[in-house]
């Protein structure tokens, strides 16, 4: 399947580099040293419902080491870290950052770690509901290079917020950030049914300091949350194109229109929808140019599977069609591109939760309809850039993804 996935992907970032050259060209990049995202998750609550209540992890008297890959180097690096669904202050004892061992996932290099701080100060208190970034780090950095994040969390932290890709964070008790290897070698995941999520407690996101540096950011579903965003940057690096990185912000599951915690055990993991967090997660990022979209399908097909249906509101085409009008209108009025993926063919994707023996979710015709009608007024009638999906499609059964690529 990885391998699937990657052909997808690739295909898709080969799409979208045709369209990016004419606009992000050597030559036409500012000299100016700027912040830009150069690896990103995008954050979610982590708690787990049952029975109406709502159980989160924590961390306590705990070392995290994170490892993350860059998309875009530079001279200085920071940090962000959210507590945007916390209920108390996020309390950081201490931060450091290495440059990532070749052995292991948890090894660091020797004499490359170095102390993160915050305001000077190498701890740092995080109110409820916010995020910060740290104090620029004087370390040159490569794109495509790993780094590894150490945090330290001496007081009790429940495990409220955190990111579901784009890296691997492994726990050991007690401060052990400069500890050159941690002795567990299992990351932090949480798996239900066929999909494992890979934790990343707070961190969320790393940005570099360099000549002419800008982003552009991966926004949608669980068909954008994998590799493609490191696909992008290394052929727009292979063009020359070596200052621009691509931020994955993209959430398995996540709807366009609503948000639908308490739906199931796990539906909260689905993120807030799309035009709640458009601003945080897109708007926000440091040195944005552009915003690639893919989402909208889940709305269609959450409320026809079996575990969710009645649970969760239906929504129209023309819902999901204002809903993109304000996704468009948010990033036009910060000067920033916005390209549209259309909804890919589905046909033969089938799936089943929480050990079912029966698919929770099977093709129809009429949500294929309505995957229509949305294509359509993106194609034609959005004004913004649109990016056909239909390559993918079967040339037999145009509702069906080829079989040579990923359903999802």
Known sequence: MRSLKKSLCVLLCAVVCLGLFPLLTPEAEAAEKTWAASWSTAPINTGYYYNSRVYTDFLINASVRTVIQTTVGGEKLRLRFSNRYGSSALNIAAVRIARTGK???????DGTSLPVTFNGSGSVSIPAGQTIYSDAVDMHTESFEKLSVSVYYQSFSAMATGGMTNALSYVEMGNVIDEKTFSSNAPLTLTSGTITYHTTPFLCGLDTWGEGNSC???????????NSPYYLAEKLYLAGITNVGVAQEAIIGNQLLH???GATNISNLYGEAGVTRFKEDVLDQSGVKAVFVKIGLNDILHPLTKSMHGLIPQATTDEIIAGYRQLISMAREKGIDIYFFGRQAWKGYQRSFYGAEEDDLVWSQRADDM???????LRYYSGAEYISTDPLSDPQDKAR??????TD
């Open 103 to 109: 052995r292991s996932d948890t090894e660091i290099i």
């Open 216 to 226: 552009i950011v991966w926004f949608g579903d669980s068909t954008l949350a994998n």
């Open 259 to 261: 948000d639908i915690t």
């Open 371 to 377: 995957r229509a009608v949305v294509n359509n007024w």
């Open 401 to 406: 993804i080829y079989a040579p690529y990923t």
